[in-house]
């Protein structure tokens, strides 16, 4: 790689279970391309045992920061973006997993082709650790993702792009991502897709990828 950028990871948290959000976080501590940082924002949480456990990480590339009380996602997300130090900012949820070679593939698609955004495919994973539901994603079209956010997972996009256009907003919570890819897309064309599965997201009561209905708004 001749380009090694920072690339920074916003994992917004709220009353995580903390087996699922240690393994979420122990994803990122093994990936093979060593210049990331993990911004973590706490919404809020009541649960102890979660705020417990990120108090107790002890890593200088990982930062957590606190809210007195539950703003969403929109709103932690944006405090999360505000902590970020590297040009480029990827997209975690806190209870999902990326595998050891996705910021690898991230920076040689920054190397090869040097897009603005980036994804990838994904698949999910159950409570058993089975992967299943494969989603191969094509090559950008806006026409489709005006129709559905077919993007979601693994999103990598240039920080000052993502400010440019005011970030995550609020009052969109539950679709502040694919509001976010539909403003990124209105001002460049240079999306690049990664025909690799570098996201499993976790099928777990509460989460969409369970059930679509979980998630009324």
Excluded at 27 to 50: M, N
Excluded at 52 to 74: A, D, G, P, R
Aim: with cysteine; hydrophobic share 40%.
């Amino acid at each position: 790689l001749i380009s090694k950028p920072l690339i920074s990871i916003i994992m917004p948290t709220y009353n995580t279970d903390v087996s699922t959000l240690k393994e979420a976080i122990d994803s990122v501590r093994a990936q093979w391309y060593e210049h990331w940082e993990l911004c973590i924002v706490d919404d809020g949480s009541s649960s102890e045992k979660t705020k417990e456990f990120l108090t107790s990480i002890k890593n200088s590339k990982i930062h957590v920061n606190f809210l007195q009380q539950n703003n969403h996602i929109s709103f932690a997300s944006n405090t999360a973006l505000s902590m970020c130090s590297g040009d480029y900012v990827a997209l975690m949820d806190h209870d999902d997993l990326i595998t050891p070679d996705a910021l690898y593939e991230i920076a040689i698609a920054i190397n090869s082709h040097a897009p603005d955004f980036m994804y990838s495919d994904e698949d999910k994973i159950d409570s058993r650790g089975i992967y299943f539901a494969p989603h191969f994603k094509p090559s950008f079209s806006r026409y489709q993702l005006l129709s559905q956010n077919f993007i979601s997972h693994f999103s990598v996009i240039k920080k000052k792009i993502i400010e440019s256009v005011g970030g995550f907003a609020i009052g969109l919570e539950g679709a502040q991502d694919h509001d976010l890819f539909l403003k990124v897309s209105e001002i460049t064309d240079n999306i690049f897709h990664i025909p690799k599965v570098l996201y499993h997201w976790r099928a777990s009561t509460g989460s969409t990828a369970h059930n679509f209905d979980e998630k009324s708004y």
